[in-house]
């Protein structure tokens, strides 16, 4: 059956613990339990459950009940131990966490202490991180378990009143239940003290279905929000050309307009489309547009304009010389009091921004409802939304938007069988202009040109092997390899730039095999390529680390690769600044690339800047040192 986002109905609750129950025999790897409070012995519904090292995993039910599949978790990430030996951890606002290793347990009572909640650097503490524990109870509301999510929602609101996700997941529980004048009183709540309503427009649609089908929901709405719920999100920026991304309310007619700075006329006029099959997204193709030029743009939904005063700069033409800005990062979990990192980032005027991947954090592959909530709720913030609306973005993907932490996929284009509608659902996301292969060979592949600049992007995850599994593993799959290597000996770029969302240096992240130091024999194997084939002015890119860095990768055959990382940019976590490499920086930051190709010897320049734009941190490169002699 058809659901209100495009997806089938029978995806949204093949999961729930009652399904499993019916369809799953008992199984070593299925654990099950009860969490009390340590003082009075009553349940406690609404814990976050997660499997040590996944980054995903479950919530107790109204209950205090919980029941995970360790197996099959542990089975998506590349080198952990056997189920027998997992660690599982329990957090609740307002109590300790507890972490309990199952030693071949399949049953446990795990008890919480309760604990005086103290702020940690002037924010709350916030179930540890918070991009994680309204995700979480997400999940669990289209686990089937509203009720686990309501009372902690309940309980975390004792603790802070205002918080707006907080009052937004309880509406959401209470409209799953169908339990409207409830779910409404939390609308209003969430409205008054701040959030867009757009937010419940929005979605997701299939856990608020009953909401939106209400009277008293339709009557509230009216006249308080915008048809344009998500966007304008530029994308696609050429020498003559550009791509406008929105989502609307319902499948509309979008017109964009545009005309050049300085004039008082639109001059050009370009339509699109939004389909309920594409989450009510659509693209609007701009063309015939001039190199190096200053445009203004408004977005119109069914003749009606919600938005103007947008503008963007076209690139130069395809191989001339330029001077150009180019940002980017990875990293960026939901964090209300960090989103004003995308403020930030807008006052550099850049030419194009990079996401880097672990974009949103969505850690549920099975779940695509909370896939979507976690996009929505960025995309809803004004900060992202002026982002946006200003630079070619362009964007991939890493482990904690295609699967779980250290997760891996397969060679195999539909194993396992939720790849493909992750890959949908981020597609819906992006205004990226292509992904990998298209539905043929799926992937987050692609390439952009920025006057005599190259860009190619890596997808790391679709057709990852796993490397504890294979004595010669590959990242990229065949396909995705081979393109990369066509499209760098055939170009004829001043700089090209390699975006990997892990990165290629070894020992960024020591004893891991998830970055390229789970596969030397590729990582080698595209590197001889460049020197075998004197591919001049390559530039490495990555993510990943929660800190930003620049690394010098020595070759013995060749002129040495440097690499530039930048990954938290609105994380709260963080990981320690590595003496391996050239500097580093672990507050949240992001990377900005000054290239200019116009001087005798092109030069590129990676600076560091940090949330409050202080720059940190900043390296010259010139083109003559990447070159054969």
Same mark, same amino acid.
């Given at each position: 059956?058809?659901?209100?986002?495009?997806?089938?109905?029978?995806?949204?609750?093949?999961?729930?613990?009652?399904?499993?129950?019916?369809?799953?025999?008992?199984?070593?790897?299925?654990?099950?339990?009860?969490?009390?409070?340590?003082?009075?012995?009553?349940?406690?519904?609404?814990?976050?459950?997660?499997?040590?090292?996944?980054?995903?995993?479950?919530?107790?039910?109204?209950? @205090?009940?919980? *029941?995970?599949?360790?197996?099959?978790?542990?089975?998506?990430?590349?080198?952990?131990? !056997? +189920? =027998?030996?997992? %660690?599982?951890?329990?957090?609740?606002?307002?109590?300790?966490?507890?972490?309990?290793?199952?030693?071949?347990?399949?049953?446990?009572?795990?008890?919480?202490?309760?604990?005086?909640?103290?702020?940690?650097?002037?924010?709350?503490?916030?179930?540890?991180?918070?991009?994680?524990?309204?995700?979480?109870?997400?999940?669990?509301?289209?686990?089937?378990?509203?009720?686990?999510?309501?009372?902690?929602?309940?309980?975390?609101?004792?603790?802070?009143?205002?918080?707006?996700?907080?009052?937004?997941?309880?509406?959401?529980?209470?409209?799953?239940? @169908?339990?409207? *004048?409830?779910?409404?009183?939390?609308?209003?709540?969430?409205?008054?003290?701040?959030? !867009? +309503? =757009?937010?419940? %427009?929005?979605?997701?649609?299939?856990?608020?279905?009953?909401?939106?089908?209400?009277?008293?929901?339709?009557?509230?709405?009216?006249?308080?929000?915008?048809?344009?719920?998500?966007?304008?999100?530029?994308?696609?920026?050429?020498?003559?050309?550009?791509?406008?991304?929105?989502?609307?309310?319902?499948?509309?007619?979008?017109?964009?307009?545009?005309?050049?700075?300085?004039?008082?006329?639109?001059?050009?006029?370009?339509?699109?489309?939004?389909?309920?099959?594409?989450?009510?997204?659509?693209?609007?193709?701009?063309?015939?547009?001039?190199?190096?030029?200053?445009?203004?743009?408004?977005?119109?939904?069914?003749?009606?304009?919600?938005?103007?005063?947008?503008?963007?700069?076209?690139?130069?033409?395809?191989?001339?010389?330029?001077?150009?800005?180019?940002?980017?990062?990875?990293?960026?979990?939901?964090?209300?009091?960090?989103?004003?990192?995308?403020?930030?980032?807008?006052?550099?005027?850049?030419?194009?921004?990079?996401?880097?991947?672990?974009?949103?954090?969505?850690?549920?592959?099975?779940?695509?409802?909370?896939?979507?909530?976690?996009?929505?709720?960025?995309?809803?913030?004004?900060?992202?939304?002026?982002?946006?609306?200003?630079?070619?973005?362009?964007?991939?993907?890493?482990?904690?938007?295609?699967?779980?932490?250290?997760?891996?996929?397969?060679?195999?284009?539909?194993?396992?069988?939720?790849?493909?509608?992750?890959?949908?659902?981020?597609?819906?996301?992006?205004?990226?202009?292509?992904?990998?292969?298209?539905?043929?060979?799926?992937?987050?592949?692609?390439?952009?040109?920025?006057?005599?600049?190259?860009?190619?992007?890596?997808?790391?995850?679709?057709?990852?092997?796993?490397?504890?599994?294979?004595?010669?593993?590959?990242?990229?799959?065949?396909?995705?390899?081979?393109?990369?290597?066509?499209?760098?000996?055939?170009?004829?770029?001043?700089?090209?730039?390699?975006?990997?969302?892990?990165?290629?240096?070894?020992?960024?992240?020591?004893?891991?095999?998830?970055?390229?130091?789970?596969?030397?024999?590729?990582?080698?194997?595209?590197?001889?390529?460049?020197?075998?084939?004197?591919?001049?002015?390559?530039?490495?890119?990555?993510?990943?680390?929660?800190?930003?860095?620049?690394?010098?990768?020595?070759?013995?055959?060749?002129?040495?690769?440097?690499?530039?990382?930048?990954?938290?940019?609105?994380?709260?976590?963080?990981?320690?600044?590595?003496?391996?490499?050239?500097?580093?920086?672990?507050?949240?930051?992001?990377?900005?690339?000054?290239?200019?190709?116009?001087?005798?010897?092109?030069?590129?320049?990676?600076?560091?800047?940090?949330?409050?734009?202080?720059?940190?941190?900043?390296?010259?490169?010139?083109?003559?040192?990447?070159?054969?002699?």
């Amino acid at each position: 059956m058809a659901t209100a986002d495009g997806s089938t109905q029978d995806k949204i609750s093949h999961r729930s613990p009652r399904d499993q129950r019916i369809r799953k025999k008992e199984s070593d790897g299925v654990v099950k339990g009860t969490v009390v409070d340590a003082e009075t012995g009553e349940e406690i519904p609404g814990v976050r459950v997660e499997v040590g090292g996944i980054g995903s995993g479950t919530i107790t039910d109204g209950d @205090g009940h919980f *029941e995970v599949d360790v197996a099959e978790l542990l089975g998506m990430r590349s080198g952990v131990g !056997p +189920p =027998e030996k997992a %660690v599982l951890s329990f957090s609740f606002v307002g109590y300790s966490e507890e972490v309990v290793s199952l030693d071949g347990r399949t049953r446990l009572e795990v008890s919480l202490q309760p604990q005086p909640v103290e702020e940690t650097d002037g924010h709350p503490p916030r179930d540890k991180q918070y991009k994680k524990q309204n995700r979480d109870r997400i999940a669990g509301i289209e686990n089937g378990m509203p009720e686990g999510a309501i009372h902690y929602f309940k309980h975390y609101l004792e603790y802070y009143p205002e918080d707006l996700e907080a009052q937004y997941g309880i509406a959401v529980a209470h409209a799953h239940q @169908g339990e409207i *004048e409830q779910a409404m009183e939390y609308v209003r709540s969430a409205v008054k003290h701040g959030l !867009p +309503p =757009e937010r419940f %427009v929005a979605g997701p649609r299939n856990l608020l279905k009953p909401l939106h089908e209400s009277e008293a929901f339709a009557e509230y709405l009216e006249g308080r929000y915008d048809r344009l719920i998500h966007g304008p999100m530029l994308g696609q920026v050429t020498g003559s050309s550009a791509s406008v991304w929105v989502r609307t309310d319902r499948p509309s007619d979008v017109t964009v307009r545009v005309r050049e700075d300085g004039r008082s006329d639109w001059e050009g006029e370009f339509e699109g489309r939004t389909e309920q099959s594409e989450g009510y997204t659509g693209t609007v193709e701009v063309t015939d547009l001039r190199p190096n030029t200053k445009y203004r743009y408004s977005v119109s939904i069914d003749g009606t304009e919600f938005f103007s005063g947008g503008s963007f700069y076209t690139y130069p033409a395809s191989d001339e010389p330029a001077k150009m800005t180019i940002g980017f990062a990875g990293c960026a979990g939901y964090t209300p009091w960090n989103e004003r990192m995308w403020d930030t980032l807008r006052t550099h005027k850049m030419d194009a921004f990079l996401h880097m991947g672990d974009n949103v954090y969505t850690d549920h592959p099975h779940h695509p409802e909370t896939q979507r909530y976690n996009y929505y709720r960025r995309q809803s913030r004004p900060e992202f939304q002026r982002f946006v609306s200003g630079v070619s973005n362009y964007a991939i993907w890493d482990d904690h938007d295609f699967t779980i932490n250290d997760g891996v996929g397969s060679p195999r284009v539909d194993k396992p069988d939720w790849k493909k509608e992750v890959w949908e659902i981020f597609k819906q996301q992006w205004n990226n202009p292509r992904y990998g292969g298209g539905e043929e060979k799926p992937g987050v592949w692609f390439d952009v040109t920025m006057g005599d600049v190259d860009i190619f992007f890596l997808d790391g995850r679709y057709y990852r092997e796993d490397p504890e599994k294979h004595d010669s593993p590959s990242m990229l799959g065949d396909r995705q390899k081979q393109w990369l290597k066509e499209n760098l000996r055939t170009s004829d770029a001043t700089f090209k730039i390699i975006a990997s969302s892990v990165p290629f240096a070894e020992g960024a992240k020591p004893g891991s095999k998830d970055t390229w130091d789970g596969f030397p024999e590729e990582r080698e194997e595209i590197f001889s390529f460049i020197e075998k084939h004197r591919i001049e002015g390559v530039v490495l890119l990555a993510g990943d680390r929660h800190r930003s860095d620049a690394w010098k990768i020595e070759r013995t055959d060749a002129y040495d690769l440097y690499e530039f990382t930048s990954a938290r940019l609105t994380n709260r976590h963080r990981h320690p600044v590595m003496e391996e490499s050239l500097f580093g920086y672990n507050g949240n930051s992001f990377g900005l690339l000054s290239i200019d190709t116009t001087r005798e010897d092109p030069r590129l320049v990676y600076s560091i800047y940090n949330i409050e734009n202080e720059l940190i941190h900043q390296l010259t490169l010139h083109r003559s040192q990447l070159d054969f002699e």
